[in-house]
């Protein structure tokens, strides 16, 4: 009897034991996976910005850009000895930065998001992010497959069978285009953007992954 008791009591705490570690990994796993949206928390300051991730450096007159992880842009007056922290609005990384004048500057990274400083580099502001960029692209190929799909509605019944075939077929492959161009605008931004230039007439052009 005392035996059993022992077993049962021994069992009984395994099985709490159990139970506490499933709800603990539960909790923990809730809060893994949670999404936190870094487009929406500004960068952080830190005077270790240095010591991390500095992806691209630009020099602009006397002056130093670099840019790097957690939204960090960084900006040196001394070639390099010390370096200041501007006001990014963002915490992803940045991938790129570019000026066209010691005011006017651009930077570019993950999720698609274009930043803008007019003070040289002491504050930036988000121009566009990867949800601006995908509804930009979705409506570019809307149009696209919307004039091919008139195309083929308004054929002659005596056209040609050939000429009928490639235009179906070309209609179908931009609405599988839109499919998924509608699915990224779905999933939300994503695509990083990877290098900015700017122009001597001021055009800023901005690329990045799967053919942005």
């Not at 006017?104 to 992010?129: F, M, P, Q, R, S």
Request: proline letters at 3%; a negative charge; hydrophobic letters at 45%.
């Amino acid at each position: 009897m005392f035996l059993r008791n022992r077993f049962s009591n021994k069992a009984a705490s395994t099985l709490l034991l159990g139970a506490m570690l499933c709800a603990g990994l539960i909790t923990y796993g809730s809060l893994s996976t949670a999404k936190v949206d870094l487009l929406q928390i500004p960068a952080i300051p830190s005077v270790n910005a240095t010591r991390s991730l500095l992806i691209d450096v630009e020099r602009v007159g006397k002056n130093l850009f670099a840019a790097g992880e957690f939204g960090q842009i960084l900006k040196s007056e001394d070639n390099g000895q010390t370096w200041t922290a501007g006001k990014v609005p963002v915490s992803v990384t940045l991938t790129s930065v570019a000026f066209a004048n010691e005011a006017v500057g651009y930077a570019v990274g993950h999720d698609g998001v274009v930043l803008k400083t007019e003070d040289g580099g002491v504050n930036w502001v988000k121009l566009i992010d990867g949800g601006t960029i995908n509804q930009f692209v979705l409506d570019i190929v809307q149009a696209k497959a919307d004039a091919l799909q008139e195309q083929v509605d308004n054929l002659p019944e005596n056209a040609p069978a050939d000429v009928r075939e490639a235009l179906e077929v070309a209609a179908e492959e931009a609405a599988f285009v839109v499919d998924t161009a509608q699915g990224d605008l779905e999933v939300g931004p994503s695509k990083p953007l990877l290098d900015v230039i700017v122009n001597g007439n001021g055009n800023v052009f901005v690329a990045g992954a799967y053919g942005q």
